[in-house]
């Protein structure tokens, strides 16, 4: 269970392009800002219930499911 409001992860957008993705995950929960990072960017560790990081490839894919945090 999640502390989070709202849908928290979005397996569906793995394969789809990150900009499209960020615009998909603030439609469905708008309490979060979806932030598209590069792979192997460093990130902070800190957990946010408004914040979802879309990581993508250097084709601007996702790779991995976007999830709060």
């Known amino acids: 269970m999640s502390i989070c409001q709202g849908k928290d992860s979005w397996p569906e957008l793995v394969g789809k392009n990150g900009e499209d993705a960020a615009v998909k995950i603030e439609q469905e929960n ?15 560790w800190d957990f946010r219930c408004d914040r979802v990081r879309v990581v993508v490839d250097c084709h601007e894919i996702v790779l991995r499911t976007p999830t709060i945090g």
């Not at 708008?30 to 902070?44: D, Y």
């Open 30 to 44: 708008p309490l979060v800002h979806a932030i598209v990072i590069l792979a192997g960017t460093p990130v902070t």
